[in-house]
Nanobody, 123 residues
């Protein structure tokens, strides 16, 4: 089992920036594909970004490309999400997710979640 603790959320004005962090427990963080999701009030949880264990493969939701940057530091067991040029529609609870890992050539999905961190963007 992996425990995930998000931090770095808060309130900012339109155009501002925030950097979210997700600290993971355990010694296998470096083998996991990690992701960020978000959930706005009254809406379904949606995908934000994903990063492979080696950071060699990164993907973003199309609507967020160019403003958000996902990264990781395997030595620190930490996942990051740099959010720039924030808009009111970015207001949501942001969740860290362990998506899965490779066992040999076979991908094994997981679904561990953090408790979330609130991001509020005001106009």
């Amino acid at each position: 089992q992996v425990q995930l603790v998000e931090s770095g959320g808060g309130s900012v004005q339109t155009g501002g920036s925030l950097r979210l962090s997700c600290a993971a427990s355990g010694r296998t963080f470096s083998s996991y594909t990690m992701a960020w999701f978000r959930q706005a009030p009254g809406k379904e949880r949606e995908f934000v970004a994903r990063i492979s264990w080696s950071s060699s493969s990164i993907g973003y939701a199309d609507s967020l490309k160019g403003r958000f940057t996902i990264s990781r530091d395997n030595a620190k067991n930490t996942l990051y999400l740099q959010m720039d040029s924030l808009k009111p529609e970015d207001t949501a609870v942001y969740y860290c997710n362990v998506a899965g890992y490779y066992s040999g050539s076979k991908y094994r999905p997981l679904n561990y979640w953090g408790q979330g961190t609130q991001v509020t963007v005001s106009s």
